[in-house]
């Protein structure tokens, strides 16, 4: 069984992940597993965006908002190789009055201390770069900054650095039951890999199971279901790019929600979200035709060239685990997260959230579990860098510039993806390669064999899905015979 961990962590999402990192950094032992890839579910299914959530001003969530604008700024500074700012169009139109929108704005950009990224302004749509992308009675637009980020990739640097400072970080293990006695968690796993059975002991219990949270405390805690849980589902739909500028849209579709339709992947246009009350299966959800036509009649309001379902080249969906604080809607239920400590159980359950507040959201853990811990060091997050993240973003170029001219036989788009996902960690990926056949296989789109052991031995990658969807993008831009590849290399290599 093993000796007692300070914290055991169940859940592999950002919240889990981001917890599991404070709490190593502060010097306690962390076990957490995941029961499926690191960011399998909700955190790899977002609108790929650290922002201050502008819409949610209008139903005075100014504490949320405050919070993760402060957060824009932190996060950027710490992995400015997976983030990166990105100024959003937000056309003018007669469903909120201008005057509205321009002190809604004042208040975003004045709200959450705001030092590097620039201010709003606005501008006139018939002028390039804007020029013949909207329909013509779009005739201005208000221009505000927030940030871009790799959703997944920000899951898997938080888990390396748990693990760099001491965590256990365990994927593909589900947990069956855990129960206390003697004032000690006795937590029962499968590893679902191999089907064999593992027992952790430990001292506090974090519930991080995102969607799963319910479930977690109903089937394996066998706690009554309080129902603190709305299910919410947001589906998103990638169509090739209709935009050549490298700014993003925010559209105000009816009945108050909005739609992002945001620069995706170099060739694409990735266009959402939906918000829709779910309670079908957690293990299979899937965007609705519904949702598909209803993402692509917003589009169609605004942008001159119209697409159709049948442009849609790939589309994704994930259910939010939101706090259920009443809300007759879904678009109206809080993104703020709420920690539920049970005192006499040493059990805390992680409830809503939004991935940019996720490290405010650990350090808040950590305070509520403190009185367990009384030797537990201070906060440490706010000014650490993650894995690849330490330089200044006004370095980026320099450091891409160096990696270029020092791997010159790698062509331009692959420098520019290694740099954009590993940062300075780049290096290491390529530490062994001096020219291109010491890269080993190359599976297509500048996915070669070396990145992919890279994956492998340091990211917890198990499956050619975990490389093409989660580590990378690259599933979008490969051909079926390129994946198959991968897929073959997957079922015939020794484990690394």
């Given at each position: 069984?093993?000796?007692?961990s300070?914290?055991?962590?169940?859940g592999?999402?950002?919240n889990?992940v981001?917890i599991?990192?404070?709490?190593a950094?502060?010097?306690l032992?962390?076990t957490?597993?995941?029961?499926?890839?690191?960011a399998?579910g909700?955190?790899?299914?977002?609108?790929?965006?650290i922002?201050g959530?502008?819409?949610?001003?209008?139903?005075?969530?100014?504490?949320?908002?405050?919070?993760?604008?402060?957060e824009?700024?932190v996060?950027?500074?710490a992995a400015?190789h997976i983030?990166?700012?990105?100024?959003?169009?937000?056309p003018?139109?007669?469903?909120?009055?201008a005057w509205?929108?321009?002190?809604g704005?004042?208040i975003?950009?004045?709200?959450?201390?705001?030092?590097i990224?620039?201010?709003?302004n606005?501008?006139?749509?018939n002028?390039?770069?804007?020029k013949?992308?909207l329909k013509?009675?779009y005739k201005?637009?208000?221009?505000?900054s927030?940030?871009?980020?790799?959703?997944a990739?920000?899951?898997?640097?938080?888990?390396?650095?748990?693990?760099?400072?001491?965590?256990?970080?365990?994927?593909?293990?589900?947990?069956?039951?855990?129960v206390r006695?003697?004032g000690i968690?006795?937590i029962?796993?499968?590893?679902t890999?191999?089907d064999?059975?593992?027992?952790?002991?430990?001292?506090v219990?974090?519930?991080?199971?995102g969607p799963?949270?319910?479930?977690?405390?109903?089937?394996?805690?066998?706690?009554?279901d309080?129902?603190l849980?709305?299910?919410v589902?947001?589906?998103h739909?990638?169509?090739?790019?209709i935009?050549?500028?490298?700014?993003?849209?925010?559209?105000?579709?009816?009945?108050?929600?909005?739609?992002?339709a945001?620069?995706?992947?170099?060739?694409?246009?990735l266009?959402?979200?939906t918000?829709?009350?779910?309670?079908?299966n957690?293990?299979?959800?899937?965007?609705?035709e519904m949702?598909i036509?209803?993402?692509?009649?917003?589009?169609?309001?605004y942008?001159k060239?119209?697409?159709?379902?049948?442009?849609?080249?790939?589309?994704?969906?994930?259910?939010?685990?939101?706090?259920n604080?009443g809300?007759?809607?879904?678009?109206?239920?809080?993104?703020?997260f709420?920690?539920?400590?049970?005192e006499?159980?040493?059990?805390?359950?992680?409830?809503?959230?939004?991935?940019t507040?996720?490290?405010?959201l650990?350090?808040?853990?950590?305070?509520?579990?403190r009185?367990?811990?009384?030797?537990?060091?201070g906060?440490w997050t706010?000014s650490?860098?993650?894995p690849?993240?330490?330089?200044?973003?006004s370095e980026?170029?320099f450091?891409l510039y160096?990696?270029a001219?020092?791997?010159p036989?790698?062509?331009?788009?692959v420098i520019?993806?290694?740099?954009?996902?590993?940062?300075?960690?780049?290096?290491?990926?390529?530490?062994d390669c001096e020219?291109k056949?010491?890269?080993?296989?190359?599976?297509?789109?500048?996915?070669?064999?070396?990145?992919v052991?890279?994956?492998?031995?340091?990211?917890?990658?198990?499956?050619?899905?975990?490389i093409?969807?989660?580590?990378?993008?690259?599933?979008l831009?490969?051909?079926?015979d390129?994946?198959?590849?991968?897929?073959?290399?997957f079922?015939v290599?020794?484990?690394?």
């Amino acid at each position: 069984m093993g000796q007692v961990s300070d914290i055991f962590i169940i859940g592999g999402g950002i919240n889990g992940v981001g917890i599991a990192a404070d709490a190593a950094g502060r010097g306690l032992s962390v076990t957490l597993v995941e029961q499926n890839d690191l960011a399998s579910g909700t955190s790899s299914a977002s609108t790929k965006l650290i922002h201050g959530g502008l819409r949610y001003l209008e139903y005075y969530e100014f504490l949320l908002v405050r919070k993760a604008l402060s957060e824009r700024e932190v996060l950027l500074n710490a992995a400015p190789h997976i983030i990166r700012p990105l100024r959003f169009l937000l056309p003018q139109i007669g469903l909120r009055p201008a005057w509205l929108i321009r002190l809604g704005l004042f208040i975003y950009d004045h709200l959450g201390g705001r030092k590097i990224l620039p201010a709003t302004n606005t501008t006139k749509l018939n002028k390039s770069p804007y020029k013949d992308i909207l329909k013509d009675h779009y005739k201005k637009a208000f221009v505000y900054s927030d940030c871009w980020v790799d959703d997944a990739r920000l899951v898997v640097l938080n888990a390396c650095v748990a693990r760099d400072k001491g965590a256990e970080i365990l994927c593909r293990h589900k947990c069956v039951s855990a129960v206390r006695a003697d004032g000690i968690w006795r937590i029962d796993v499968t590893d679902t890999q191999t089907d064999t059975h593992k027992t952790f002991q430990a001292k506090v219990l974090i519930n991080a199971a995102g969607p799963w949270v319910g479930d977690v405390i109903k089937n394996v805690i066998k706690k009554p279901d309080e129902k603190l849980v709305r299910l919410v589902k947001g589906s998103h739909i990638i169509v090739r790019k209709i935009f050549e500028h490298n700014k993003a849209y925010l559209f105000q579709g009816n009945k108050g929600r909005v739609i992002f339709a945001i620069p995706y992947e170099n060739d694409y246009t990735l266009i959402g979200t939906t918000d829709q009350d779910y309670d079908g299966n957690l293990e299979d959800v899937t965007i609705s035709e519904m949702e598909i036509d209803y993402l692509c009649d917003v589009a169609n309001e605004y942008f001159k060239r119209a697409i159709s379902p049948d442009d849609v080249i790939s589309h994704y969906a994930g259910v939010r685990p939101l706090y259920n604080d009443g809300a007759s809607d879904a678009k109206e239920a809080t993104r703020d997260f709420v920690l539920k400590l049970d005192e006499t159980q040493a059990l805390l359950n992680i409830i809503g959230g939004k991935i940019t507040t996720y490290r405010i959201l650990a350090e808040q853990s950590m305070a509520k579990i403190r009185d367990y811990f009384p030797n537990m060091k201070g906060k440490w997050t706010a000014s650490s860098p993650l894995p690849g993240g330490n330089f200044n973003i006004s370095e980026y170029e320099f450091y891409l510039y160096k990696l270029a001219s020092e791997y010159p036989f790698l062509k331009d788009d692959v420098i520019d993806r290694y740099f954009a996902s590993y940062g300075t960690k780049a290096w290491d990926v390529l530490k062994d390669c001096e020219n291109k056949s010491d890269m080993g296989q190359h599976f297509g789109h500048g996915l070669y064999e070396t990145e992919v052991k890279y994956l492998i031995e340091n990211e917890w990658a198990m499956t050619a899905e975990d490389i093409l969807w989660r580590r990378t993008k690259l599933g979008l831009h490969m051909n079926k015979d390129q994946k198959g590849a991968l897929i073959h290399w997957f079922s015939v290599k020794p484990r690394v």
